[in-house]
């Protein structure tokens, strides 16, 4: 079982930035590949951000430019730097973890991110 614990979301003006962390429970990121997610009221679950465990990266267009996902292995953590922030990034964003091998997956608690003035 793995448990994925995000921190970091807020309230923020546009054009301003956050950094998301996600805190896993144990040393996962050589079998699984980690993501961020994000859900805004009435609207689906969409990919924000993802990360291979070769360390590859892949990024909505609509993020591209203004968010950088990475890790710190030593931390077993994942953040998601969040830069020029406009309205239609508020969401619930969710931590991701998928399991290389299977469809395994695992999701953090969401940490709500508004971005308003």
């Known amino acids: 079982q793995v448990q994925l614990v995000e921190s970091g979301g807020g309230l923020v003006q546009p054009g301003g930035s956050l950094r998301l962390s996600c805190a896993a429970s144990?040393?996962?990121?050589?079998?699984?590949?980690m993501g961020w997610f994000r859900q805004a009221p009435g609207k689906q679950r969409e990919l924000v951000a993802d990360m291979r465990s070769g360390g590859s990266t892949n990024y909505a267009d609509s993020v591209k430019g203004r968010f950088t996902i990475s890790r710190d292995d030593a931390k077993n953590t994942v953040y998601l730097q969040m830069n020029k922030l406009k309205p239609e990034d508020t969401a619930v964003y969710y931590c991701?973890?998928?399991?290389?091998?299977?469809?395994?997956?695992?999701w953090g608690q969401g940490t709500q991110v508004t971005v308003s003035s």
């Open positions: 991701n973890a998928h399991l290389k091998y299977g469809p395994v997956n695992y």
């Open positions: 144990g040393s996962i990121f050589s079998d699984y590949e």
